[in-house]
């Protein structure tokens, strides 16, 4: 599907409404009549291709997906980002510094409380995040009630680890050893806070860059992307059936 079709298909747009307001998220749904479901939170560049992927690849795996769009406040609709374009990447960028983290938590919040109503939905929830999204998804871990999250070299995650006592659900992270956006001192803080919980899983990939399993990213990694993916659906199977 292109960039410019999913909001014209009823199949595709979930609608999402909270007490600050309405915002639309991108849907696929699995063969299964009755399913779990995952809210994927995007990174700077919105709900592109690469987010769609992965909704998709969820949906195949049995899944309810839903990736809501978090730039709605900042009056930016239907952001479709290129991680191949420098006016995007700085577009993404103006987006990210913009973006209003406690108020994109309620945002998640409110795509939760979407989701487990949903038609076809047994009513269990975890969520799934990447950079931008991987920190949301710990912050929602924190402070929502979610039955499962996993995050993606979630970026400025460790300026957050005193929230960490408040998770209790389970949580899975995946982190890059060469992430240039998340130090190493970083990633040892989050291992270290993680530690001691057998609620919560770290990996660590060798020799990966940030966004590793990005598809179609310049860091791609297919062994670490396929590991990470293999560990997610795993993880999400066993705390959502």
Request: some cysteine; glycine content about 8%; hydrophobic content about 45%.
């Amino acid at each position: 599907m292109t960039a410019s079709t999913w909001h014209n298909d009823p199949e595709h747009v979930f609608r999402i409404r909270s007490a600050e307001g309405s915002f639309d998220g991108y849907l696929a749904r699995p063969a299964a009549v009755a399913a779990p479901a995952i809210v994927v939170l995007h990174e700077v560049f919105g709900v592109n291709v690469d987010l769609r992927a992965t909704c998709d690849e969820l949906a195949a795996a049995g899944f309810i997906a839903i990736c809501p769009e978090l730039f709605w406040r900042q009056g930016e609709s239907h952001v479709d980002l290129s991680v191949q374009s420098q006016p995007d990447w700085e577009k993404g960028l103006a987006l990210y510094k913009a973006f209003d983290i406690d108020a994109g938590v309620r945002d998640v919040e409110a795509t939760i409380a979407a989701a487990r109503p949903l038609t076809g939905a047994v009513g269990r929830v975890g969520v799934m995040g990447f950079c931008l999204g991987g920190l949301l998804t710990f912050l929602a871990a924190a402070r929502t009630r979610v039955d499962a999250a996993v995050a993606f070299h979630g970026g400025r995650t460790e300026e957050f680890l005193g929230e960490t006592a408040d998770i209790d659900g389970p949580l899975q992270m995946h982190l890059a050893e060469e992430d240039e956006f998340i130090p190493k001192k970083a990633q040892r803080e989050i291992a270290a806070a993680l530690a001691g919980n057998p609620k919560f899983e770290v990996f660590s990939y060798p020799g990966c860059r940030h966004a590793f399993s990005r598809h179609g990213g310049m860091h791609f990694n297919a062994e670490a992307a396929r590991l990470s993916r293999a560990r997610t659906f795993a993880f999400f199977n066993r705390e959502l059936a």
